[in-house]
T-cell receptor, first 113, second 114 residues
């Protein structure tokens, strides 16, 4: 089966840096995605890693180590609006189901003033 | 990127009825995916819809309960049949599009079954 693990909850203060970890065990691998989901809204795309290393996009960065089955999402200069659930998802390449994602349960981040 | 529109955005449905959710994409895509997100849970794939062929359903989901249509490369529908309160969820349409094969989601359809 496919297994995606991430912490359930995290808290941080405004202006701080937070790292959300994700570990995965899947039968195939063709990329790892991070999504942000505010309460009552659909997930929005944050980042995509398919090769090892760090991808930086403004205040958000995402890291991948395929050999360790590990990724993290780094959020810098936290703002109150960053309070949301962060979803880690793996695309497992399984022939006709290319594009299909396996999701972790999400990490609920609360940013305090 | 891809712009994905879903209808309805929200609905309150009576037990035992059926509701069809529409998903429209602004570009042609090979595969479309339907996910469900139950309250407090993460996303679970219901089925994969290819144009011109039967949808492929995940374990625990069956065609009689969630019939899917895919008449062309920009449109799909998901029907939730004979609804019960357990079907109260967000239903999300997803496609792979753009550079880097990024996967995008529609705005979601919030269904409450009473």
């Amino acid at each position: 089966g496919q297994n995606i693990d991430q912490p359930t909850e995290m808290t941080a203060t405004e202006g701080a840096i937070v790292q959300i970890n994700c570990t995965y065990q899947t039968s195939g691998f063709n990329g790892l995605f991070w999504y942000q989901q505010h309460a009552g809204e659909a997930p929005t795309f944050l980042s995509y890693n398919v090769l090892d290393g760090l991808e930086e996009k403004g205040r958000f960065s995402s890291f991948l180590s395929r050999s360790k089955g590990y990724s993290y999402l780094l959020l810098k200069e936290l703002q109150m609006k960053d309070s949301a659930s962060y979803l880690c998802a793996v695309r497992a390449d399984r022939g006709s189901t290319l594009g299909r994602l396996y999701f972790g349960r999400g990490t609920q981040l609360t940013v305090w003033p | 990127s891809a712009v994905i529109s879903q209808k309805p955005s929200r609905d309150i449905c009576q037990r035992g009825t059926s509701l069809t959710i529409q998903c429209q994409v602004d570009s042609q895509v090979t595969m479309m995916f339907w996910y469900r997100q139950q309250p407090g849970q993460s996303l679970t794939l219901i089925a994969t819809a290819n144009q011109g062929s039967e949808a492929t359903y995940e374990s625990g989901f069956v065609i009689d309960k969630f019939p899917i249509s895919r008449p062309n490369l920009t449109f799909s529908t998901l029907t939730v049949s004979n609804m019960s309160p357990e079907d109260s969820s967000i239903y999300l349409c997803s496609v792979e599009a753009g550079t880097g094969n990024t996967i995008y989601f529609g705005e979601g359809s919030w269904l409450t079954v009473v």
